[in-house]
């Protein structure tokens, strides 16, 4: 039984210098380097400019000329770094030579025992063998003058992918304004629902405004535009007309103007009423901060054309609706006759078309 035991212990003794040396194929150390590890700042196969962070505890001080080696296995490239990617510890220089870095004490100086680190920057990782998902480990030797020394490991692995999916958001809802609500500095004269402008009997020389409410709500990166149309002026069956805003000459929605009456001059039919449109919205502009396109003033009017629409709301992010003059606003509708405006009845119609910008 002593005999085989004996044996056991032999074989043990042999196998662990076989492994010893079979890591140790810089050299062989005597002491242990205590804490050591080596951080890389990219485990990518075959990254390059990858910085690596060697941090260990040395026992020993090293005296005048002595060095720290960093040896790197076969698995990298011939050519690892070169001195200017290397920062050794104060009082010492650094040097390469094919895939070992050294940092030698300078002469007449010393450097102490305790924490030491030294970085090698523009490291091109190795290639990666092991299968998809299976970590390639790499041992790098660290050694000192002072028979101290490390081994210790780099793991490089393929990245993964995160993946999501978001949907494109885009709500818009129109709701109707009771009469007796305000737009600018004025107060609606009739109730209106989300599909009708129901002005009623027009009485001459008494203008009535209506109104309706917009709300958006939209994950648009860049936000979204709300542009009005027309398909032409109010008319009725004889096409008798209620002209656009001011008297036919359709101001543009780029330009508002304050709301004026009609003139009402005999033979000359555009000047015997109009119709116009207002927006509350404080936000409109080419870029959300030039606001030339603002209606905001008192009682500023646009007329719509039945050609061209016109901007009514925008915003330049995403919105939940909530805030106003950013997902929420209000349209003003204002109509208003002379005595020489014809009787019958009047309607066109008007769209709202929203745009997104994602």
Same mark, same amino acid.
């Given at each position: 039984?002593?005999?085989?035991?004996?044996?056991?212990?032999?074989?043990?003794?042999?196998?662990?210098?076989?492994?010893?040396?079979?890591?140790?194929?810089?050299?062989?150390?005597?002491?242990?380097?205590?804490?050591?590890?080596?951080?890389?700042?990219?485990?990518?196969?075959?990254?390059?400019?990858?910085?690596?962070?060697?941090?260990?505890? /040395? #026992? +020993?001080?090293?005296? !005048?000329?002595?060095?720290?080696?960093?040896?790197?296995?076969? *698995?990298?490239?011939?050519?690892? &770094?070169?001195?200017?990617?290397?920062?050794?510890?104060?009082?010492?220089?650094?040097?390469?030579?094919?895939?070992?870095?050294?940092?030698?004490?300078?002469?007449?100086?010393?450097?102490?025992?305790?924490?030491?680190?030294?970085?090698?920057?523009?490291?091109?990782?190795?290639?990666?063998?092991?299968?998809?998902?299976?970590?390639?480990?790499?041992?790098?030797?660290?050694?000192?003058?002072?028979?101290?020394?490390?081994?210790?490991?780099?793991?490089?692995?393929?990245?993964?992918?995160?993946?999501?999916?978001?949907?494109?958001?885009?709500?818009?809802?129109?709701?109707?304004?009771?009469?007796?609500?305000?737009?600018?500095?004025?107060? /609606? #004269? +009739?109730?209106?629902? !989300?599909?009708?402008?129901?002005?009623?009997?027009?009485?001459? *020389?008494?203008?009535?405004?209506? &109104?309706?409410?917009?709300?958006?709500?939209?994950?648009?990166?860049?936000?979204?535009?709300?542009?009005?149309?027309?398909?032409?002026?109010?008319?009725?069956?004889?096409?008798?007309?209620?002209?656009?805003?001011?008297?036919?000459?359709?101001?543009?929605?780029?330009?508002?103007?304050?709301?004026?009456?009609?003139?009402?001059?005999?033979?000359?039919?555009?000047?015997?009423?109009?119709?116009?449109?207002?927006?509350?919205?404080?936000?409109?502009?080419?870029?959300?901060?030039?606001?030339?396109?603002?209606?905001?003033?008192?009682?500023?009017?646009?007329?719509?054309?039945?050609?061209?629409?016109?901007?009514?709301?925008?915003?330049?992010?995403?919105?939940?609706?909530?805030?106003?003059?950013?997902?929420?606003?209000?349209?003003?509708?204002?109509?208003?006759?002379?005595?020489?405006?014809?009787?019958?009845?009047?309607?066109?119609?008007?769209?709202?078309?929203?745009?997104?910008?994602?």
């Amino acid at each position: 039984m002593k005999k085989i035991l004996k044996k056991i212990t032999v074989f043990t003794a042999i196998f662990i210098l076989i492994f010893y040396s079979a890591l140790s194929g810089a050299g062989a150390y005597q002491f242990p380097l205590e804490e050591a590890k080596v951080i890389i700042s990219d485990s990518e196969p075959e990254a390059t400019g990858v910085e690596y962070k060697f941090q260990f505890v /040395t #026992g +020993v001080a090293l005296s !005048s000329n002595q060095k720290i080696t960093v040896n790197f296995p076969d *698995e990298y490239a011939a050519a690892i &770094a070169s001195p200017a990617d290397i920062t050794c510890p104060a009082n010492m220089t650094a040097s390469v030579t094919a895939r070992v870095v050294t940092c030698t004490v300078n002469s007449g100086q010393a450097h102490p025992a305790g924490q030491t680190e030294i970085i090698v920057a523009s490291i091109v990782n190795p290639a990666k063998e092991s299968d998809e998902g299976i970590a390639d480990t790499h041992f790098i030797l660290i050694e000192t003058d002072a028979n101290e020394g490390a081994h210790v490991m780099v793991v490089i692995i393929e990245p993964f992918r995160v993946r999501a999916e978001i949907s494109p958001i885009l709500n818009f809802e129109v709701e109707g304004v009771g009469a007796g609500e305000s737009v600018h500095d004025d107060f /609606t #004269g +009739v109730t209106t629902t !989300s599909t009708l402008i129901p002005f009623g009997v027009i009485e001459p *020389e008494i203008s009535i405004l209506a &109104a309706q409410d917009l709300f958006v709500t939209t994950n648009a990166r860049y936000g979204f535009t709300v542009n009005i149309f027309q398909d032409g002026d109010l008319r009725t069956i004889a096409d008798y007309r209620i002209h656009c805003f001011i008297e036919g000459q359709c101001v543009n929605y780029t330009s508002p103007a304050v709301w004026v009456s009609p003139q009402g001059d005999l033979g000359v039919f555009r000047t015997y009423g109009h119709f116009g449109i207002t927006s509350e919205d404080e936000s409109l502009g080419a870029d959300c901060i030039e606001n030339y396109y603002n209606f905001g003033g008192t009682d500023n009017w646009a007329g719509l054309d039945g050609n061209f629409q016109a901007e009514v709301m925008r915003h330049c992010q995403p919105t939940d609706s909530q805030v106003r003059h950013e997902g929420t606003t209000r349209i003003g509708f204002q109509v208003e006759i002379t005595f020489l405006q014809p009787g019958g009845e009047y309607e066109n119609i008007l769209t709202y078309i929203v745009t997104p910008t994602f």
